[in-house]
């Protein structure tokens, strides 16, 4: 059975899916079993369009493209929203069940979330899902990419205060769109000392490998 990690974001537009492919990446090159899931995405016309797609492109994964992910929704809108306009709410069974074959398929999963942490998966009369209802089910801890520009400092403390004070854990914190300087560089600081989790590496613009000791990356996994 695989290990796994669950990648989540400060925001929407923090890099999450380009960080999450670099990582995979990064796996897949040191010759381990790597696969990728995500449970619901919306925004894409077809899998292959969608970030999962650019996550299996990217990493160079031979993975089925039906087993990357559960749910696709074309409006471009929060996984609720865009199930009630389109219909297919996503069912929790079938996430679970859709995971747990890309766990017995790889050594190593890393499952991108949508969105941030408080993402609306389903919201109706049946059922009512945030994203942190999906990582609780799948039993995983988190990873955290934020932006590291002005305003991640408050942003990285309140998603993590939220994971933990939600019943979950971090296990790391990456920061992307890096580029160096005081600012970026004390935003590093404070952010490992307000919240106690390490910043495992620093994606800078145009990145095509993630720089991170293999072994740091592999102990995210559980």
Not at 13 to 18: A, Q, S
Not at 40 to 46: T, V
Not at 78 to 103: C, M, Q, W, Y
């Amino acid at each position: 059975m695989a290990k796994g990690i669950f990648v989540t974001g400060t925001g929407t537009d923090v890099g999450k899916t380009y960080v999450t492919a670099l990582i995979v990446k990064k796996l897949a090159d040191a010759g381990i079993h790597a696969g990728y899931y995500k449970a619901a995405l919306s925004g894409a016309e077809s899998i292959e369009e969608s970030d999962a797609g650019y996550v299996k492109k990217i990493a160079g994964i031979t993975q089925e493209d039906s087993s990357l992910l559960s749910y696709l929704y074309k409006n471009a809108v929060s996984p609720h929203l865009a199930a009630r306009i389109e219909g297919n709410p996503v069912d929790p069974e079938t996430v679970k069940a859709d995971f747990d074959r890309v766990k017995k398929a790889f050594d190593y999963v890393t499952v991108e979330g949508s969105g941030g942490i408080v993402c609306p998966i389903r919201w109706d009369e049946e059922h009512e899902i945030l994203l942190e209802d999906i990582v609780k089910m799948l039993h995983l801890n988190t990873l955290v990419i934020a932006d590291a520009g002005l305003g991640t400092i408050n942003a990285v403390v309140l998603t993590v205060e939220y994971v933990r004070n939600h019943g979950m854990d971090v296990k790391g914190i990456i920061l992307n769109h890096y580029s160096g300087g005081a600012m970026q560089e004390d935003n590093e600081k404070m952010i490992e000392r307000l919240t106690g989790v390490p910043v495992i590496a620093r994606v800078r613009d145009g990145d095509r490998e993630l720089e991170v000791d293999l072994e740091v990356l592999k102990r995210l996994y559980d």
